[in-house]
């Protein structure tokens, strides 16, 4: 099959709530092709669905290399990280992403989720002050996060 064909079918399995179909329509892909964007964060996204963080992180940053004016790559290489249970990575990954992410306040309540799990918790409550200011529904997400367990009052 050709590439937007098989595309077209692996987003239908992800639709279908069958992610590892969708990896295993992509491997039928030329090895050319496996690098390609479109490819790759499809992939990305049915990995991450799998819960295969390993795979998925090293997916995410491959991203990140072919387009680093792409906040939503290092978003998602840094969560997968975390998920890794390397959140030392994640920060640092975060943290070279373009400078848009500075303004979205996912970017702020992730890097909070990390640096609190670092033990640095004046920056992650700082950050995590950022993300609310931002967008006041992280107030709520905060409350229920396993990460943020112990932070504290919010504001």
Same mark, same amino acid.
């Given at each position: 099959?050709?590439?937007?064909?098989?595309?077209?079918?692996?987003?239908?399995?992800?639709?279908? /709530?069958?992610?590892?179909?969708?990896?295993?329509?992509?491997? /039928? #892909?030329?090895?050319?092709?496996?690098?390609?964007?479109?490819?790759? @964060?499809? @992939?990305?996204? *049915?990995?991450?669905? =799998? %819960?295969?963080?390993?795979?998925? *992180?090293?997916?995410?940053?491959?991203? =990140?290399?072919?387009?680093? /004016?792409?906040?939503?790559?290092?978003?998602?290489?840094?969560?997968? #990280?975390?998920?890794?249970? !390397?959140? #030392?990575?994640?920060?640092?990954?975060?943290?070279?992403?373009? @400078?848009? #992410?500075?303004?979205?306040?996912?970017?702020? &309540?992730?890097?909070? =989720?990390?640096?609190?799990?670092?033990?640095?918790?004046? $920056? %992650?409550? $700082?950050?995590?002050?950022?993300?609310? *200011?931002? !967008?006041? $529904? &992280?107030?709520?997400? %905060?409350?229920?996060?396993?990460?943020? *367990?112990?932070?504290?009052?919010?504001?």
């Amino acid at each position: 099959m050709d590439e937007p064909t098989t595309l077209r079918a692996a987003s239908g399995w992800l639709e279908l /709530g069958l992610p590892g179909d969708a990896l295993q329509e992509l491997r /039928g #892909l030329p090895h050319d092709q496996q690098s390609h964007l479109p490819v790759l @964060k499809l @992939k990305l996204r *049915a990995q991450m669905e =799998c %819960a295969a963080w390993n795979a998925a *992180a090293d997916t995410a940053r491959l991203l =990140c290399a072919k387009a680093p /004016g792409v906040p939503d790559f290092f978003l998602s290489a840094a969560y997968c #990280l975390h998920e890794t249970g !390397d959140t #030392l990575a994640a920060r640092n990954q975060l943290l070279r992403g373009p @400078k848009a #992410l500075f303004e979205m306040p996912v970017f702020h &309540y992730n890097l909070a =989720c990390y640096l609190w799990t670092l033990g640095q918790q004046t $920056s %992650a409550r $700082s950050h995590l002050s950022q993300a609310i *200011a931002m !967008d006041a $529904s &992280y107030r709520s997400e %905060a409350l229920a996060d396993r990460d943020l *367990a112990g932070i504290g009052p919010l504001p």
